[in-house]
């Protein structure tokens, strides 16, 4: 099974034990000894998952988590030897999707990733599978293309991957940073090009650009593909 993980982890040891028994699965990954160098990493490289240690030198795993979900929703397994910090994630509602204590059998820690992984890998062919249609349009995700009533509409990479973001989350609004770390995969950027790409999508695929029907404006809250406009999944 293949797989990248992004290890945060300031013991050195136990981020080396990790990820060797993670190799040993054929999962590779990288050693991040504080939070903002997992935030480094991050901007270059994509990941499948993170493990998070909590008690960190400068930023903590908490603030790592509250910072991260803001605009990712990539799967965390928390590593912690506090007492008390489930609770903490818990009653904060951070978004951790496992929580395991230290210490661990690293066995059953690399079950615990493979187990997300393929949970996560799932979801993510659901989406990445299969033509949407709206309107007199037909969009495939697999094959990089929309088409009109059978005509092919010419759309940019980028183009075509905030439209076919958006129209793999129709009722959900995102603002562009959102958008800007779905697509580019990042986190800092020229988020001001999200709406370039946004305009330059509505003149392509909207009757009226400046009335757009398919990608609406969310005042304060940024774009949202209007759910009712999706004709059905084949
Ligand atoms: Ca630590």
Redesign the pocket.
């Known amino acids: 099974m293949n797989g990248r993980v992004l290890i945060i982890?300031?013991?050195l040891e136990l981020g080396e034990l990790v990820q060797l028994y993670l190799s040993k699965d054929g999962i590779d990954s990288d050693i991040a000894s504080t939070a903002e160098a997992g935030f480094g990493l991050m901007a270059n490289n994509a990941y499948d998952l993170i493990t998070l240690?909590?008690?960190?030198p400068g930023m903590d795993g908490f603030e790592f988590l509250q910072k991260l979900r803001q605009n990712s929703n990539i799967p965390v397994i928390i590593l912690s030897?506090r007492e008390g910090d489930e609770d903490i994630v818990l009653g904060l509602g951070l978004g951790a999707d496992e929580f395991v204590n230290k210490p661990f059998a690293p066995k059953v820690l690399v079950a615990r990733i493979r187990a997300i992984l393929r949970r996560y890998r799932t979801d993510q062919d659901d989406h990445n599978t299969g033509n949407i249609i709206f309107g007199a349009y037909s969009l495939s995700a697999e094959g990089y293309s929309l088409e009109k009533d059978g005509s092919r509409i010419v759309l940019s990479t980028k183009e075509f991957e905030v439209l076919r973001f958006l129209v793999q989350h129709p009722g959900t609004s995102f603002s562009p940073d959102d958008i800007y770390q779905a697509v580019w995969g990042q986190e800092y950027g020229d988020v001001t090009s999200v709406a370039v790409y946004i305009q330059r999508i509505r003149r392509k695929i909207e009757d009226n650009p400046t009335i757009p029907e398919f990608i609406v404006t969310m005042h304060g809250r940024g774009y949202l593909f209007d759910k009712g406009k999706i004709n059905n999944e084949s």
């Open positions: 982890e300031d013991e240690d909590i008690n960190l030897a």
